[in-house]
């Protein structure tokens, strides 16, 4: 069972990290607050370039801070954005955060509407090694 206090902690970092992402050409800022397995949270912020593709987001920051930690298992993630309806994660990252499990994903905005979904119910069928 997932403790509601760390939900909420976890919450209060993503929006709190949000304020730190670099986003000068979409001006959409991105905050995400990761617990793994291993019990250690990781934020992250979105980080945008002028050549666009080089963007990375909050979720993948996180998750390459993580693992570049030893900490290969997700257990939640909180995501926070300003949008009106809390922005889910895109198609990279649901995959790029498959890779490491199926972690809860909670979606906030600062006007506190929240959203929960299993990872899995994002990207039904993700793909992974052990798939092949």
Request: hydrophobic share 45%.
């Amino acid at each position: 069972m997932i403790d509601e206090k760390m939900k909420t902690d976890l919450i209060k970092l993503a929006l709190n990290s949000k304020e730190k992402a670099y986003a000068p050409f979409s001006n959409f800022k991105v905050g995400a607050a990761l617990l793994t397995k291993c019990g250690k949270i990781f934020t992250g912020v979105n980080v945008e370039n002028s050549s666009y593709g080089l963007t990375i987001c909050a979720e993948r920051t996180a998750a390459v801070k993580a693992v570049s930690e030893g900490c290969k298992k997700f257990e939640i993630i909180a995501i926070a954005t300003d949008s009106d309806i809390p922005a889910s994660p895109c198609g990279a990252c649901r995959q790029f955060l498959w890779e490491f499990g199926n972690p809860l994903v909670i979606l906030v905005n600062p006007q506190g509407v929240i959203k929960e979904f299993m990872l899995s119910e994002l990207l039904p069928e993700g793909f992974r090694l052990n798939n092949i």
